[in-house]
């Protein structure tokens, strides 16, 4: 068996992520999984490193904080590694910018139950030697325990603009800039052939999805929150003021605690509400597999910790993947957002098809808009899930079209379905 080394070993409540302020701020779009594995391999970093070398990681490390069994941890976690290689940064400094990827290698020793995982070589200006205070540091305990991609990205940004700046009142962003450091707004890249994407493009969808659950979020767990001011031109939202304040925090965070206590927390019975949730989540779920006391806890646990649409996404793309053991692939994909990237691939496609349709009228609206209602009333008089998965679709295209008809008619109608 080889030996490893544990030099780089440390906890992670006592772990520092340690950036150069034009990485925090630096465009890229991570699935909370691949962000949780890459700030854990960046932690791993030493202040008096002078070259990127070899990390070593547990693989049963990682099995906590994604909420897989120890026994899969090992092939979720090449999943991980194999997508995180090929994931794109774009990086600005003075006078230069810089395209590249995260990681240049994982390599999987049979034996020693680790990854070794090596940081691409142009990660060294901004991980290593870092002086004059152009950097920021977070807690990885911190970073883990947010349970949103969003809320980790914007406390990232509002921690490096809070420590570089303490005594300003009010930190602005300009909306498109903050869209692509979140992650929502890709270019197309015509080398690589990728489309661009953009998610959330209503501001009044980016205020619901991302901005408010990350304040949220933070003001629960964080060791900073913030409050927010809308600037507009006209009647679109131009910028946003971003109010950051101080939250003192007695001891640990909450999510710092024992894994084991963690689990039972997120395991606890839920709402009637959340009942609610869950069970048209259920109805997404293939006929065969829906009546499955592990599908379904399995679903609770992670709408609780995940939400609806995070986790409606993870079934969908398990139906369309999984070819055996449903409830083993549906548990990686809600463990590791396998759905977040073929998400976007579906928006991207159906916003193309929309583009190449003729224009979307009030009529054509209307008409799909009692089509969900009918389906909906029928769903529940003859308590049909099929019958209410197929209004689930229809208000996705509703939406899609929704937005092509506003984007073309200047006059603000009222929204028909909410």
């Known amino acids: 068996m080889t030996k490893v080394s544990a030099r780089k070993k440390s906890k992670p409540s006592s772990a520092i992520v340690t950036q150069s302020n034009e990485l925090v701020s630096a465009r890229y779009a991570l699935p909370l999984g691949e962000m949780r594995v890459l700030f854990t391999v960046i932690s791993k970093v030493q202040p008096e490193d002078t070259k990127l070398t070899v990390y070593h990681i547990p693989v049963a490390e990682f099995a906590d904080f994604l909420g897989v ?28 910018l810089t395209q590249t990827t995260w990681v240049a290698q994982a ?41 949103s991609q969003y809320t980790l990205r914007l406390y990232m940004l509002l921690k490096q603009k809070r420590d570089h700046n303490p005594r300003a009142k ?26 661009a994407l953009e998610l959330y493009s209503e501001y009044k969808n980016f205020k619901a999805w991302v901005l408010n659950p990350a304040k949220k979020e933070m003001d629960a767990k964080s060791d900073i929150g913030f409050e927010y001011e809308e600037i ?28 084991e206590e963690q689990l039972s927390l997120d395991l606890l019975p839920k709402s009637g509400a959340d009942l609610d949730f869950v069970e048209t989540l259920l109805s997404f779920v293939p006929d065969q597999h829906r009546a499955k006391k592990g599908v379904r806890a399995t679903i609770e646990a992670a709408e609780k910790q995940h939400g609806f649409d995070y986790v409606k996404r993870n079934i969908l793309y398990s139906n369309a993947h999984a070819s055996k053991n449903y ?35 009030l009529l054509e609206l209307n008409t799909l ?46 929204e028909i379905v909410g």
Not at 331 to 337: C, M, R, T, V
């Open 170 to 195: 009010e930190y602005q962003f300009e909306i498109g800039e903050l869209r692509k450091q979140l992650g929502l707004s890709v270019e197309a890249d015509k080398a690589r052939k990728t489309d």
């Open 232 to 259: 507009k031109h006209g009647r679109r939202v131009a910028s946003i003021n971003f109010r950051v304040f101080n939250i003192p925090r007695a001891g640990l965070l909450p999510t710092e605690l024992a894994a």
């Open 69 to 96: 069994d120890k026994n899969s941890a090992y092939r979720e976690m090449k999943n991980i590694t194999k997508s995180l290689v090929t994931r794109y940064v774009e990086i600005k400094s003075p006078g230069c």
């Open 369 to 414: 808009a009692d089509d969900i209602r009918a389906l909906q009333r029928n769903s529940k008089l003859t308590n049909s899930p099929e019958l209410w998965q197929q209004a689930e679709v229809l208000k996705a295209e509703y939406a899609r079209k929704r937005e092509i008809y506003d984007a073309e008619n200047t006059d603000e109608e009222e």
């Open 107 to 147: 390599k999987y020793i049979d034996g020693t139950g680790m990854v070794d995982v090596q940081l691409s070589e142009a990660m060294i200006p901004h991980l290593l030697q870092l002086k004059n205070g152009n950097f920021t540091q977070c807690k990885l305990a911190m970073l883990l325990s947010f349970k």
């Open 327 to 361: 409830a083993g692939y549906l548990s990686g994909a809600l463990a590791i957002d396998y759905g977040h990237d073929w998400e976007i691939e579906q928006q991207t496609a159906s916003r193309a098809v929309e583009k190449a349709q003729k224009q979307v009228t």
